[in-house]
């Protein structure tokens, strides 16, 4: 029997930085997908969770989980380049946990990063890399307007250190 529960979808704050850590080691151990490994951010709540709260106050980050109870299942973030000739670029990346592959968790979470984008007067383009392999997310972006744009050869390796080539793919935000 399959028991249904309720995701909602909200912006980070900083109670759920270790959450948000929590759901990038799960990501990084359930799927070579992710570039990240497992120690990427670790002893940094307390840092995340001051980004978290900091983006209420710009126009240039957005951080949106998908969660059950208090527990982060997926999450889609936007980071605008720093650089002032760049800054109308949305660095954009998206995790959802393995468990929950395949109910529309992504394409909600892409749904709503694209509007924040759209919305968002700072932000004229998206931009992403994924990795050529990865199918499944490649169909959703480019379901979503993301275009590849190029291929990094040798961009990312597994574990065991294979190299992967990995697409940059954007799309520009009007």
């Known amino acids: 029997m399959k028991i249904e529960q309720e995701v909602f979808f909200q912006e980070a ?14 990501g990084a ?8 490994d497992q120690d990427y951010f670790a002893g940094q709540e307390a840092a995340l969770g001051q980004v978290f709260d900091n983006s209420f106050q710009t126009s240039g980050s957005f951080y949106l989980l998908a969660k059950i109870g208090q527990k982060p299942i997926g999450a889609l973030t936007i980071k605008a380049d720093a650089h002032p000739r760049m800054n109308h670029i949305g660095d954009l990346f998206m995790l959802v946990a393995k468990d929950y592959w395949n109910q529309g968790i992504g394409q909600i979470l892409l749904e709503e990063g694209i509007r924040w984008a759209e919305e968002t007067a700072s932000i004229r383009r998206l931009e992403l890399t994924v990795q ?3 199918s499944p997310a490649v169909h959703l972006y480019e379901k979503f307007g993301f275009e590849i744009e190029g291929t990094k050869q040798r961009g990312a390796k597994t574990k065991d250190g294979e190299f992967l080539d990995v697409y940059l793919m954007g799309k520009l935000i009007d």
């Open 13 to 26: 704050r900083s109670e759920d930085a270790e959450g948000f850590i929590a759901l990038l080691h799960r």
């Open 29 to 36: 151990e359930d799927s070579d997908f992710l570039i990240l």
């Open 132 to 134: 050529k392999r990865n």
